[in-house]
């Protein structure tokens, strides 16, 4: 880790004022600092700012700020969110990592964290070695010639799931992104991934009121069962009456370099039968557009199949 300067601003606008590189519980950024991966000169500790709260009363508000294990317990969180929180980290790391530092977190895409090693994010125009080299944990979706490192965050496939937008500060005022625009595809500029300008902080995400968001859930699968990056994972929502399909949110991480929406699935799901065979015609579209690489292929029936186990999951034993 090279050397830099720590500072500790007392309000959100001294912090927007300062150069640095935002630290709240550090458990990406510092990582990649003993990496060398990251080098920033200064590193703004933000902990003390007022960006905390977790507000239920029309919809969701969440500081970014808190931290993940306080969601994850939180009653009036909705279930996928709660979930994908609880399946993101060991303890200790929930216990730490705040939500808006989730959201920014980089991938683990091994070339990227390797500074041995060219890598298009970390050193553009530099290459991208997992197209033909170890790509087992790539994306098939979204991918270019220029990337195909996967999203990491669990907590985002369930925001975007959920139509979450996230509020951006700047000494010049604030914004709201809807969360799936946040987000970019590598294109031929996989070192921009996100639409943070300079000088911007996530300040809070806020999910849209869904009365049936109770109804919904997040499915991982992944090598182990404990601490473990999504190999495929789907976070879903439904609405059913009289055991039909009225309304549906699909999203799917580990499969793609953004967290991404389904919409063909959910349009499929709208109208049938809770019933296995319509979840199955459903998630038949889910991979739609997908580029798989020479390690990777296995992820699109996986796809579809943690898209079926998560609407199954969520239907079990109902009797709606």
Known sequence: MRPFEL????????ALAEPGAFLAGGTT???????????PAQVVDINGLPLRGIDTGDGLRIGALERMSDVAAHPGVYPAISRALLLSASQQLRNMASIGGNLMQRTRCSYFR???????RRDPGSGCPALSGANRMHAVLGTSDSCAATHASDLAVALVALDAEVRLVSSGGSRV???????????????VETDLRPGELISEVVVPRLDWASRSTYVKVRDRQSYEFALCSAAVALDVRDSRIVDARVAVGGVATVPWRLPAVEEALRGAPVAQASFEDAASVAAEGARPLSGNG???????????????????????
């Open 7 to 14: 500072t500790a601003p007392p309000t959100v606008e001294a």
């Open 29 to 39: 950024l510092v990582d990649l600092m003993k990496l060398d991966v990251l080098t």
């Open 114 to 120: 390797d500074v041995a090693m060219p890598c298009n």
């Open 177 to 191: 992104v809807r969360l799936a625009d946040f987000y970019r595809v590598p294109g031929d500029t996989p070192e």
């Open 298 to 320: 296995f992820k699109v029936p996986l796809l579809k199949r943690t898209v079926v186990r998560a609407l199954l999951e969520l239907t079990e034993g109902s009797s709606l």
